[in-house]
């Protein structure tokens, strides 16, 4: 009877080890190259909980890094995590339009390309009290007295800022009279157009989207292809401006991955994508979900590096 009870023992034993959840990652240690309450920091936190839900990874943390169009966070990252697993970059049109103007010594080549994950587009905002109330309002001021439309937005050569400099090339206004205001985060540029300091902004919707609800900013455009569900705006295209305006994020690993590390890091968050959670997200900030990985996701960057760097040419920011 002793022996059958040790295997009885064993058998539960076996089974509550294979219902415990394998964790891929230990802790993960996200590096978000901006302010906090910026999208990169946005997308950190709410990929750390997708982690979590999807139990591939035990616990999350998280470190801010703003600065030349991150930059400098990409830079304290590949310097400090090398060959550790458990570390992610948040990274973006906007980091790579950074690499782009400032030539830093270290690059995304430096660090391993993970996953894209969804692409956000830019809206154009207005607080409340301001006098234009559609967007043909504001362009026909903007077209008659180009530097009197203070516009406020990300970081200069930022997504938003080349967004906004070829709408006015678009309606043949010189880029040097675009009267453009950059800011390093999300928080300190809505405030001043709250306050009446900016007349314009321009930015991702999860950044803005409760301003937008509370009906504190007015929603003119959007710079989609097309309309996005959940956002009452009309696309810049079908006013007539063939301009589009967006910014896609995803994440690296640090330097030095083996490729069974890499693959780990990579199902780990392509499953966080697939959780509940995530997707919830992904509503909630009217992203349009754009999974890619590994070398593929690695060959897309090569590609926004020239894309980049002809649009910052053409709007003369580089």
């Known amino acids: 009877m002793q022996p059958l009870f040790r295997r009885f023992t064993c058998a539960i034993a076996l089974a509550i080890t294979a219902a415990t959840p394998a964790f891929a990652l230990e802790t993960v240690k996200f590096m978000a190259p901006g302010s906090v309450g910026g999208g990169y920091d946005q997308t950190a936190r709410d990929l ?48 790579v339009a950074g690499i782009e103007q400032n030539k830093p010594q270290i690059t995304l080549k430096d ?18 009290e301001s006098e234009f109330k559609t967007l043909e309002d504001l362009l026909k001021v903007f077209k008659d007295k180009p530097s009197s439309i203070t516009w406020g937005g990300g970081s200069k050569g930022s997504v938003d800022h080349i967004g906004i400099a070829d709408l006015a090339s678009k309606m043949d206004i010189p880029v ?18 709250l306050g009446g300091q900016i007349k314009v902004i321009t930015g991702g919707y999860a950044e803005l ?13 959007i710079g989609a292809p097309e309309r996005v569900e ?25 330097a030095n991955l083996t490729p069974e590390q890499r693959k780990e890091v990579t199902d780990a968050v392509v499953a966080a994508a697939k959780s509940s959670v995530w997707q919830d997200n992904v509503k909630t900030n009217a992203w349009s979900p754009s999974i890619l990985t590994g070398d593929e996701f690695g060959k897309f960057v090569d590609e926004e590096h020239v894309r980049l760097h002809g649009m910052l040419v053409k709007v003369g920011l580089l």
């Open 111 to 128: 660090v391993t390309p993970i996953a894209r994950l969804f692409t956000e587009y830019n809206v154009i905002a207005v607080r409340k």
């Open 209 to 221: 989207g409760q301003y937008i609800k509370n009906g504190q900013f007015r929603v003119l455009a």
């Open 48 to 95: 750390g909980k997708a982690l979590i839900e999807a139990k591939t990874a035990k616990a999350v943390t998280f470190e801010n890094k703003g600065g030349a169009g991150g930059t400098l966070g990409l830079a304290q990252f590949a310097n400090s995590t090398k060959g550790d697993p458990n570390a992610l970059l948040v990274v973006g049109a906007i980091m």
């Open 176 to 193: 040097n009279k675009v009267n453009y205001v950059a800011f390093a985060g999300g928080g300190e540029v809505v405030a001043q157009v």
């Open 230 to 254: 959940g956002i009452d705006a009309p696309t810049l295209k079908e006013k007539g401006y063939d301009v589009i305006i967006g910014n896609w994020r995803g994440v690296y690993g640090a």
